[in-house]
């Protein structure tokens, strides 16, 4: 809802002063009401882990799927979406500061992302062949 500030209104309605029907002009009077909890359907990251997911990731595929992975896993194929869904939720059990320590099994994941054991497993080999995921 846009409405006018209180002050602009009352300086416009004063027209006894020329200055303040100047002031009321000059003065930018609308003003965007939020109401309560304008951010509510905002998705919201989880730090650096979260970015990884769906920038590096997706950018990895685009540029090197087909060379890289295609010819490596050629009866095993995985969807962008897929893959990013399973590095996302990997994301979320990483340290927020540098992305250490995710440990969730596979079970854990495929319950988190809807999809199967077997995809989560393609997709952490996937990762691994693109370079932006290893194992220790």
Known sequence: MVCTRPWAARLSAA???RRRRSDAA???????ELGEAPYAGVPCWSGRAQRWATFT?????DCRYDTAVR???PGNPISRRALLAVAAARAGYADYGTGRN????????????GYSVRTVQRADTVLRLLGVASEV
Do not use: G, K, Q, W
């Not at 000059?26 to 965007?32: K, T």
């Not at 990731?57 to 595929?61: I, K, R, S, T």
């Open 15 to 17: 027209a006894h002063e």
């Open 71 to 73: 010819p490596l896993m």
């Open 102 to 113: 995710c440990r969730p099994s596979n079970e854990r994941l495929a319950a988190d992302t």
């Open 57 to 61: 990731v997706a950018v990895a595929y």
């Open 26 to 32: 000059v003065v930018a009077a609308i003003v965007l």
